[in-house]
């Protein structure tokens, strides 16, 4: 970083974010380096306090400090400030989940074969003897044992129910991929989809009560990580419905994710949306995010949505300043 400042609009354009990079910057007021004796004259030795000093974060630009020694001379200048500055790579800040000691960078279900009509785990599609039909007037094919074994409340429904068929209140679309998963343990979230759908399949998850339900949790859980960074925009709005899922599932890293873009690019429409006296159910987009109980809470210490304030907080007060999040 340079202390120049012609030249570090240079190095400004170079780092843009359009090249893939994010500069951190945090500046520091020097006051205590000796830079006056006890004559209230300029120290000879402040060349040697002040590169001591700048030698441990920047290489000293040539006739740097000529030029400080003069200004403190002529008492055109009265104070240092030094800029720290870190430049990582776009990806490795705003693809946290592609990190090598994330949670989620690890593969928990096998995708669909390209070949589901030759493989054995999917023999169930064509030799079923359970069905489950859906309010659209589809249906999807299952075995009653699979159901049984992978499902609590399948298990509860068939103490009580001896039909070969069950009417569930829950679309094919989000319906096909769970029956999908607990035969064959492989799941793949579509190549597009919108939060709705999101919702509604971990609606459903919920709802059979799957013993191993977390793996496909966590693969959700990823996709829409992905699909926060890789929407072609994202507006205040759009950011708000991605942290609603994940307060409402539980989804951590998601959460953190939407709290680093609202504290760096939508802070200000953050604080005018939700002030101190609003965050509670007679706000209605404060309900529509955090739940009927969201005031409450707030008073919770290990809830999403009381992290969620207390990470936007924080990053205002004490993190660097930064030219991108997850832009």
């Not at 340079?2 to 893939?20: A, C, H, T, V, W």
């Amino acid at each position: 970083m340079s202390l120049y400042f012609e030249e570090r609009m240079i190095e400004q354009k170079e780092n843009d974010p359009s090249n893939g990079k994010i500069v951190f910057t945090h500046p520091w007021i020097l006051t205590t380096i000796p830079l006056q004796n006890e004559n209230d004259e300029v120290d000879e030795n402040v060349h040697i306090h002040l590169q001591k000093f700048l030698h441990l974060h920047s290489e000293i630009p040539h006739g740097f400090l000529t030029r400080f020694y003069n200004a403190f001379q002529n008492r055109t200048a009265l104070k240092a400030v030094i800029f720290f500055e870190i430049t990582t790579s776009e990806k490795l800040f705003n693809r946290p989940f592609e990190h090598p000691l994330h949670p989620l960078n690890k593969k928990t279900c096998e995708e669909y074969p390209k070949a589901m009509e030759n493989d054995f785990r999917f023999e169930f599609l064509k030799n079923s003897d359970y069905t489950i039909k859906c309010p659209d007037d589809y249906s999807m094919q299952a075995i009653g044992m699979v159901l049984n074994f992978s499902s609590e409340f399948m298990r509860k429904h068939f103490k009580e129910s001896k039909e070969n068929e069950f009417i569930c209140e829950h679309r094919i679309d989000v319906i096909k991929p769970i029956i999908i998963y607990i035969h064959s343990l492989c799941f793949q979230m579509p190549k597009t989809y919108d939060l709705d759908f999101v919702d509604r399949l971990l609606e459903a998850i919920h709802f059979f009560e799957l013993e191993n339900e977390s793996d496909i949790k966590k693969s959700i859980h990823k996709s829409i990580c992905q699909k926060l960074v890789e929407e072609p925009s994202n507006n205040f709005h759009s950011v708000l419905q991605f942290l609603s899922i994940a307060i409402k599932h539980g989804f951590k890293s998601l959460c953190n994710m939407c709290s680093a873009l609202i504290a760096n690019k939508f802070y200000q429409q953050w604080e005018q949306t939700f002030p101190p006296n609003a965050r509670n159910p007679n706000n209605l987009l404060f309900r529509e995010i955090f739940g009927p109980e969201g005031h409450i809470d707030l008073e919770n210490e290990k809830s999403l949505t009381l992290w969620c304030f207390d990470l936007i907080e924080f990053a205002i007060e004490n993190s660097f300043f930064t030219n991108i999040i997850l832009q």
